[in-house]
T-cell receptor, first 114, second 111 residues
Framework: EPEVTQTPSHQVTQMGQEVILRCVPISNHLYFYWYRQILGQKVEFLVSFYNNEISEKSEIFDDQFSVERPDGSNFTLKIRSTKLEDSAMYFC????????????FGPGTRLLVL | GNSVTQMEGPVTLSEEAFLTINCTYTATGYPSLFWYVQYPGEGLQLLLKATKADDKGSNKGFEATYRKETTSFHLEKGSVQVSDSAVYFCALMGSNYQLIWGAGTKLIIKP
């Protein structure tokens, strides 16, 4: 069964450094998402992406964040200058459509900013 | 705004016990509702969903019915197993297709 994959599984970085989190969505899906979960808190929506552009973003997704689909398979989340509060589990998801469609999640990348 | 409230955990049960995890929501309109499960060390997996009022989602012995009159989507299973130990998340799909999540309920099943 097709699945969403994410790399790396864990990333440790110094405050102020740039990180790129990578995702490979399910191949015939058209909508892509990033969510994050800070330890002990709810899962939060960051951004959705369709047709090579952002379709929705949350207040969390400020100028420090960007997303890209550099080729036909990868979907990346870049944090330009990481802060301590960016430490979280980051989940990528994809779906075929939007209305009522299931979003399929990857295993997540645990980011620790020191 | 939209929100989801789940019962706090952890919920600890013995094997073969009956499970209920409560989930209520606040939303405009009739959003699609989901239960996701996260097993230890793994990602978020869809367990079941319902897209309209009175729909019942079911999978692996778990069920949940979309009740618009009580704005609820409680998760139930008649006889739990040790392998059901996980964190369960209730979520709704907002008007802009983002998932809005409950806090998660940790379920511990003892043999």
């Amino acid at each position: 069964e097709p699945e969403v994959t994410q790399t790396p599984s864990h990333q440790v970085t110094q405050m102020g450094q740039e990180v790129i989190l990578r995702c490979v969505p399910i191949s015939n899906h058209l909508y892509f998402y990033w969510y994050r979960q800070i330890l002990g808190q709810k899962v939060e929506f960051l951004v959705s992406f369709y047709n090579n552009e952002i379709s929705e973003k949350s207040e969390i997704f400020d100028d420090q964040f960007s997303v890209e689909r550099p080729d036909g398979s990868n979907f990346t989340l870049k944090i330009r200058s990481t802060k301590l509060e960016d430490s979280a589990m980051y989940f990528c998801a994809s779906s075929k459509g939007q209305v009522g469609e299931t979003q399929y999640f990857g295993p997540g990348t645990r980011l620790l900013v020191l | 705004g939209n929100s989801v409230t789940q019962m706090e955990g952890p919920v600890t049960l013995s094997e073969e016990a009956f499970l209920t995890i409560n989930c209520t929501y606040t939303a405009t309109g009739y959003p699609s509702l989901f239960w996701y499960v996260q097993y230890p060390g793994e990602g978020l997996q869809l367990l079941l969903k319902a897209t309209k009022a009175d729909d019942k989602g079911s999978n692996k012995g778990f069920e949940a019915t979309y009740r618009k009159e009580t704005t609820s989507f409680h998760l139930e299973k008649g006889s739990v197993q040790v392998s059901d130990s996980a964190v369960y998340f209730c979520a709704l799909m907002g008007s802009n297709y983002q998932l809005i999540w409950g806090a998660g309920t940790k379920l511990i099943i003892k043999p």
